[in-house]
């Protein structure tokens, strides 16, 4: 079955301009492809938003698959246990820098000795198991958010107060990434089982489908949805959307005060491949070890793969037949807001949605950038209405009480005035800093 019988359509932004959408339609009607794990497994001990684990095993170890390997109970609620995603021995512990805080964070080095794959935890009945049951099996397989954030997937199943709206975000916005879509293609009644857990734990009393417009049409899965009494809502084509804050004001048309969660107003967002996720750990005893994922290059077109985490990017390249040297540039994620690695030998995360290559040529636009023209379209396009250019002017001179009048911690990282802006200014450091500077004092 196909995704889409006609295109996907552009997304359209505030002040008019149109995100370019060639690399998920490339890929949207491309099945998972699995890649076989790599000779030598790179697996960080932090993959969450959160503190890191602690190894659980020693170098000289045998590891099996699905085994736990990284843990610690005593870093509060927001550390997610990490597994191996092969059978192996560990061959080092070490520092390397991880793809996405750019910083040095330790490391597990796996060999491994078989792609062999058997469920590690005993299957839950959840007419069996309690609420809290549930939500320990969650925490327990390493379930986070695979939209990219990798927020821990226990905890926002684990609210202190009621809940009335679980949104269920299938709007995949990032304009290289279709790996959720093919999911809904592929595994639909899985996808069914874990949005029925995530209820059930949750207490929520209503439960909404957002997805994008008609050409993302899914006619067997949306009837699933519909025989569980699933509403869909179909949402703008608007690539910021996507973000949980501004879903929840599409949605509920409910803000989200200063400095709250939703929680706070009654609504919980989890995107669809996460619910899959919980369905695989609950019901099949699986614990977070792969994930679907697009990649995309010029050379290869779009494909959608499935990745055990841990995965050298170079050995992904291979596998799909192109060498790592073709390419000039590697983004991991969104290319809105992923970061782009300094080689290939770093690893796929959890929170890997995306692999994209880029060859030499096609540079870097943000390379050299130009002195702004005070054009103004950075501003105009900002989806939480900030200013992006006069942040940037506030961060380098170190002006933290303007940062705090220009509410630069409300940003959502969206990209969007890096994308737009006519001098080739990419924004994101002075954003992150601003924050930074703001948590600081
Ligand atoms: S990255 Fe932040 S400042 Fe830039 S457009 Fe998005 S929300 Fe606005
Ligand atoms: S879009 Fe770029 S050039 Fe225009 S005002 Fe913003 S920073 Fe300046």
Known sequence: MKTNEKPVSEFVEKGGFKMDLSMKRDAVDSPFIFIPPAKEMVVFLRQHIGPETKPSVQVGDKVFYGQKIGDDLSGGPLVVPIHSPVNGRVVALTQRQHPESGKKEMALIIETHDDKQKPYYEPLDPDDA????????????????????????????????????????????????????????????????????????????????????????????????????????????????????????????????????????????????????????????????????????????????????????????ESVGVSPSEFERIVIGSTMMGPSIPNSSYPVLKATSGITAFTQKEPDPYRNPLPCIRCGYCNTVCPVDIYPQLIMEAEKAGDIDRLKKLHVEVCIDCGLCSYVCPSRIRFTPYLQRGKQKIRDT
């Open 130 to 317: 309690t609420t809290e049951e549930l939500q320990e099996r969650v925490r327990e397989a390493g379930v986070v958010g695979l939209g990219g954030a990798s927020f821990p997937t226990h905890v926002k199943l684990s609210p202190e107060k009621p809940i009335s709206h679980l949104l269920i975000n299938a709007k995949e916005s990032d304009p290289n990434i279709a790996c959720d879509s093919r999911l809904m293609v592929e595994k639909p009644a899985g996808i069914i089982t874990g949005i029925k857990l995530m209820t059930q734990m949750l207490e929520a009393d209503e439960v909404i489908f957002a997805t994008r417009t008609k050409e993302g049409e899914i006619p067997e899965f949306e009837k699933l949805l519909g025989e569980n009494d699933i509403p869909i809502i179909r949402i703008r084509p608007s690539y910021s959307i996507g973000s949980e804050k501004l879903l929840i004001k599409e949605i509920l048309d409910k803000e989200i005060p200063y400095g709250k969660y939703p929680p706070d107003i009654g609504a919980v967002v989890h995107n669809v491949s996460t619910a899959h996720a919980v369905k695989r750990a609950v019901i099949d005893g699986e614990p977070l070890v792969s994930r679907g994922l697009t990649m995309y290059s010029k050379k290869t077109g779009g494909k959608n793969l499935w990745v055990r985490m841990g995965t050298p990017v170079e050995h992904v390249l």
